[in-house]
């Protein structure tokens, strides 16, 4: 996520960071004060490549649009020189569809799945109208209105997708629709796609695929008829508000009854799977064997992992790989079958997250990575030199790096920049990637590279950007450590720019402190680092500490809150508040902390617990009891609450509301169907029943992020930014001097 070097520096630096990997650049300061208004409404975003599609061979693919026209195209690329090559498909040429907004390739190009008119059901997941466009013959097919999840078959003959939460399969060749199942019920019975807790918690919504024969398609199914229901009023601009109504389990309540199956497209028929016991399946996915299926479950406590082979002829499945840790096993992404089904897997179980290689029968074959640092993202692997491509922390906790290695665990290269975030996005064939490289002081660069880590070309530099943020008064991230409690912990700092050691200024402390997290990185400017940033250059100190239970410093650091989450985390922002208090340059008395949703949660707490060095703090859609939140992520950390009663209340602030001494603004949306608003309705009770005076701000139908409508997030900063200048003292003019 900051600043000026003249535009002929940069361009030194940009031609020189192939050789020079631990270019840095100066950071000064111009005079313009940034504005909420600016930060808001995208004068300071850096350029983005749109999200491109790595096709067969050395080309990509990317969906534009004509700011003229409004007209989109799907356009080819070449890796090689970043050349277009041709366009695929405009929609001004298309009489079914004005424009479209998604598209999906077939596995031989052939065809494509254009996707429109989509509406929004959960966070990651929306319904929309979908069609089959076949680039030789340009004809165009519905597939279905409201649909979700459309999926070619490997066979490009066949969609499968999901309606109404029922599973359906249209042939391409003869335009016969199969419907695969048809008890599917809203709030009941879904097939084919998640449920609420899934796909947030899961990260997943398509719970359906196809084997790599286009025979057999798994599926998931939910039975939510037990899961007790959550419902928001809806404000709307109508006379009466209206309820959107879900099924939403709650830690410690039941779970949708989840069930495989396996639907066989030669005989029509669909049977259910058995895979041992379980509470959740949070992945299925085809080996490279077209009637081997894998699939991945878990106890309700997410402790007990296991890989199951099932034979999808006969039905019959076997344990190929078991996980078991005393806090919890991350369910990951990276599960990548190799050309002889042996497999690549991440695992933590030696204490740091490493890449492993099995063999067919789940036998280790070797441990690809190791170290005291983590993997953080797994790119793929290349059979033509074994190679495997990955992202890791191994330059420090707050870097992220591009690597290669041999399958055999040897001749480990970086093929990025050492320091600053790296993030890959490789072909297919993994010949080339598209490194994004920033760090707190340079905006994010996109290179094109090849396999071998040779850079060949810079895409966009956002050069204007830089030479635009000279104008205006900023200051640098200072990335340091900070011993709490016995533990080295990642802290930055932003001073003003005009800073005095020889005066105090008021200090705020921004943090999230979820577990797994990390807010301390050596990254490019989000919009609230320009916002800190703001408050800086109005006479402030703003301070993050990533505390015990935060991410990328080993298991341990991080499972340390197992049972426990608000207890460590409060504890080393209270202690680390009190140890920066020490500094000759920091007003004691003005001491304030600020976080969103889990950092809202923990500046609640600290402000309570931590009321003798905490005097403002401010939680925006705060969960203030884990009792409210759903299952899945809760009981992972914390179990459930008949198991550990005192986890849950020793450290919800609801129970702690009479300790409130300070200033303390809680603001939430009324349609955050993630954490509900009935957190802060509960804090709200408690405070009054303690008669503790507060403030209180309620962003009607507004969901967990708080940004839909005109002006709501400027609304929302604005807010925020006067309660702070108001409740610590903040005179960008004249900070208190130091006597004696």
């Given at each position: 996520?900051?600043?000026?070097?003249?535009?002929?520096?940069?361009?030194?630096?940009?031609?020189?960071?192939?050789?020079?990997?631990?270019?840095?650049?100066?950071?000064?300061?111009?005079?313009?004060?940034?504005?909420?208004?600016?930060?808001?409404?995208?004068?300071?975003?850096?350029?983005?490549?749109?999200?491109?599609?790595?096709?067969?061979?050395?080309?990509?693919?990317?969906?534009?649009?004509?700011?003229?026209?409004?007209?989109?195209?799907?356009?080819?690329?070449?890796?090689?020189?970043?050349?277009?090559?041709?366009?695929?498909?405009?929609?001004?040429?298309?009489?079914?569809?004005?424009?479209?907004?998604?598209?999906?390739?077939?596995?031989?190009?052939?065809?494509?799945?254009?996707?429109?008119?989509?509406?929004?059901?959960?966070?990651?997941?929306?319904?929309?109208?979908?069609?089959?466009?076949?680039?030789?013959?340009?004809?165009?097919?519905?597939?279905?209105?409201?649909?979700?999840?459309?999926?070619?078959?490997?066979?490009?003959?066949?969609?499968?997708?999901?309606?109404?939460?029922?599973?359906?399969?249209?042939?391409?060749?003869?335009?016969?629709?199969?419907?695969?199942?048809?008890?599917?019920?809203?709030?009941?019975?879904?097939?084919?796609?998640?449920?609420?807790?899934?796909?947030?918690?899961?990260?997943?919504?398509?719970?359906?695929?196809?084997?790599?024969?286009?025979?057999?398609?798994?599926?998931?199914?939910?039975?939510?008829?037990?899961?007790?229901?959550?419902?928001?009023?809806?404000?709307?601009?109508?006379?009466?508000?209206?309820?959107?109504?879900?099924?939403?389990?709650?830690?410690?309540?039941?779970?949708?009854?989840?069930?495989?199956?396996?639907?066989?497209?030669?005989?029509?028929?669909?049977?259910?799977?058995?895979?041992?016991?379980?509470?959740?399946?949070?992945?299925?996915?085809?080996?490279?064997?077209?009637?081997?299926?894998?699939?991945?479950?878990?106890?309700?406590?997410?402790?007990?992992?296991?890989?199951?082979?099932?034979?999808?002829?006969?039905?019959?499945?076997?344990?190929?790989?078991?996980?078991?840790?005393?806090?919890?096993?991350?369910?990951?992404?990276?599960?990548?079958?190799?050309?002889?089904?042996?497999?690549?897997?991440?695992?933590?179980?030696?204490?740091?997250?490493?890449?492993?290689?099995?063999?067919?029968?789940?036998?280790?074959?070797?441990?690809?990575?190791?170290?005291?640092?983590?993997?953080?993202?797994?790119?793929?692997?290349?059979?033509?030199?074994?190679?495997?491509?990955?992202?890791?922390?191994?330059?420090?906790?707050?870097?992220?790096?591009?690597?290669s290695i041999g399958l055999d665990g040897k001749n480990k290269k970086i093929l990025s920049n050492e320091v600053g975030q790296n993030t890959a996005s490789f072909s297919k064939n993994m010949h080339y990637f598209i490194n994004t490289h920033s760090t707190s002081e340079i905006p994010p660069i996109y290179s094109l590279y090849n396999g071998e880590g040779e850079m060949l070309k810079v895409i966009k530099d956002n050069a204007n950007l830089k030479e635009q943020l000279s104008e205006y008064k900023m200051s640098p991230k200072e990335f340091s450590t900070i011993n709490v409690n016995g533990n080295d912990l990642n802290m930055w700092m932003i001073k003003p720019a005009n800073f005095d050691e020889n005066k105090k200024y008021p200090m705020l402390m921004f943090q999230y402190s979820g577990p797994g997290s990390q807010q301390v990185a050596n990254r490019w400017n989000g919009s609230n680092d320009y916002w800190h940033n703001m408050l800086a250059q109005q006479g402030m100190i703003v301070v993050c500490v990533d505390g015990r239970g935060t991410g990328l410093k080993g298991r341990d650091f991080k499972k340390v809150t197992q049972k426990e989450l608000?207890?460590?985390?409060?504890?080393?922002?209270?202690?680390?508040?009190?140890?920066?208090?020490?500094?000759?340059?920091?007003?004691?008395?003005?001491?304030?902390?600020?976080?969103?949703?889990?950092?809202?949660?923990?500046?609640?707490?600290?402000?309570?617990?931590?009321?003798?060095?905490?005097?403002?703090?401010?939680?925006?859609?705060?969960?203030?009891?884990?009792?409210?939140?759903?299952?899945?992520?809760?009981?992972?950390?914390?179990?459930?609450?008949?198991?550990?009663?005192?986890?849950?209340?020793?450290?919800?602030?609801?129970?702690?509301?009479?300790?409130?001494?300070?200033?303390?603004?809680?603001?939430?949306?009324?349609?955050?169907?993630?954490?509900?608003?009935?957190?802060?309705?509960?804090?709200?009770?408690?405070?009054?029943?303690?008669?503790?005076?507060?403030?209180?701000?309620?962003?009607?139908?507004?969901?967990?992020?708080?940004?839909?409508?005109?002006?709501?997030?400027?609304?929302?900063?604005?807010?925020?930014?006067?309660?702070?200048?108001?409740?610590?003292?903040?005179?960008?003019?004249?900070?208190?001097?130091?006597?004696?």
């Amino acid at each position: 996520m900051k600043k000026i070097c003249f535009l002929a520096i940069f361009s030194i630096f940009l031609l020189s960071c192939k050789n020079d990997k631990k270019s840095t650049t100066n950071f000064t300061t111009g005079t313009k004060e940034i504005t909420l208004e600016e930060i808001w409404d995208g004068t300071f975003s850096p350029e983005r490549m749109n999200a491109l599609n790595s096709m067969n061979g050395d080309f990509y693919s990317l969906l534009n649009t004509d700011k003229k026209t409004k007209s989109t195209t799907v356009d080819k690329y070449s890796y090689e020189t970043l050349e277009k090559v041709a366009t695929i498909v405009n929609s001004t040429d298309l009489k079914e569809i004005d424009r479209f907004s998604s598209y999906e390739f077939n596995n031989d190009e052939t065809k494509l799945l254009l996707g429109t008119d989509f509406k929004k059901v959960y966070r990651h997941s929306s319904k929309g109208k979908f069609f089959v466009y076949d680039i030789t013959s340009k004809q165009v097919t519905l597939i279905g209105e409201d649909i979700q999840e459309p999926t070619f078959s490997p066979d490009s003959k066949k969609v499968a997708y999901t309606k109404n939460n029922d599973l359906f399969i249209k042939n391409l060749v003869n335009g016969k629709v199969t419907r695969v199942t048809s008890d599917g019920k809203v709030n009941s019975i879904i097939n084919g796609t998640t449920d609420w807790v899934y796909e947030e918690e899961f990260a997943f919504v398509r719970a359906f695929r196809w084997n790599k024969n286009s025979n057999y398609i798994a599926f998931l199914r939910f039975d939510e008829t037990n899961v007790h229901e959550f419902s928001m009023d809806i404000t709307g601009n109508s006379l009466y508000p209206s309820q959107q109504v879900f099924k939403y389990p709650k830690a410690g309540e039941k779970n949708a009854k989840v069930s495989l199956h396996l639907f066989n497209i030669n005989t029509n028929s669909t049977k259910k799977l058995s895979v041992g016991e379980y509470e959740y399946i949070p992945r299925i996915q085809w080996t490279n064997d077209a009637n081997t299926l894998c699939v991945t479950t878990l106890n309700r406590h997410q402790n007990d992992l296991s890989l199951y082979f099932v034979n999808a002829q006969n039905g019959t499945s076997k344990v190929i790989l078991n996980e078991k840790d005393d806090a919890y096993v991350d369910i990951q992404d990276n599960l990548t079958f190799l050309e002889d089904n042996s497999f690549i897997w991440t695992s933590e179980k030696d204490g740091y997250n490493h890449i492993y290689h099995y063999d067919a029968n789940g036998n280790l074959k070797n441990q690809v990575t190791k170290g005291d640092w983590e993997v953080t993202n797994y790119y793929g692997f290349n059979n033509e030199n074994n190679q495997v491509y990955y992202q890791s922390v191994e330059n420090g906790s707050i870097n992220r790096g591009v690597y290669s290695i041999g399958l055999d665990g040897k001749n480990k290269k970086i093929l990025s920049n050492e320091v600053g975030q790296n993030t890959a996005s490789f072909s297919k064939n993994m010949h080339y990637f598209i490194n994004t490289h920033s760090t707190s002081e340079i905006p994010p660069i996109y290179s094109l590279y090849n396999g071998e880590g040779e850079m060949l070309k810079v895409i966009k530099d956002n050069a204007n950007l830089k030479e635009q943020l000279s104008e205006y008064k900023m200051s640098p991230k200072e990335f340091s450590t900070i011993n709490v409690n016995g533990n080295d912990l990642n802290m930055w700092m932003i001073k003003p720019a005009n800073f005095d050691e020889n005066k105090k200024y008021p200090m705020l402390m921004f943090q999230y402190s979820g577990p797994g997290s990390q807010q301390v990185a050596n990254r490019w400017n989000g919009s609230n680092d320009y916002w800190h940033n703001m408050l800086a250059q109005q006479g402030m100190i703003v301070v993050c500490v990533d505390g015990r239970g935060t991410g990328l410093k080993g298991r341990d650091f991080k499972k340390v809150t197992q049972k426990e989450l608000g207890k460590y985390e409060v504890e080393d922002q209270i202690a680390a508040a009190k140890q920066l208090a020490e500094r000759n340059y920091i007003d004691k008395n003005n001491i304030g902390i600020w976080g969103w949703s889990y950092g809202g949660f923990m500046s609640t707490n600290c402000i309570l617990k931590g009321n003798d060095i905490f005097t403002t703090a401010i939680a925006v859609a705060p969960v203030t009891s884990w009792r409210f939140y759903d299952t899945v992520y809760t009981e992972r950390y914390m179990q459930t609450p008949q198991e550990n009663e005192s986890g849950y209340d020793d450290n919800s602030p609801i129970n702690y509301a009479d300790k409130l001494k300070g200033n303390y603004l809680l603001v939430h949306g009324s349609g955050d169907d993630n954490v509900h608003v009935q957190n802060t309705m509960r804090m709200v009770n408690a405070l009054v029943e303690a008669n503790k005076q507060f403030d209180l701000f309620v962003y009607p139908d507004r969901t967990h992020g708080i940004y839909k409508g005109k002006n709501t997030r400027l609304h929302l900063f604005t807010k925020m930014t006067n309660y702070i200048q108001e409740n610590l003292n903040v005179n960008k003019d004249k900070p208190t001097e130091i006597k004696g």
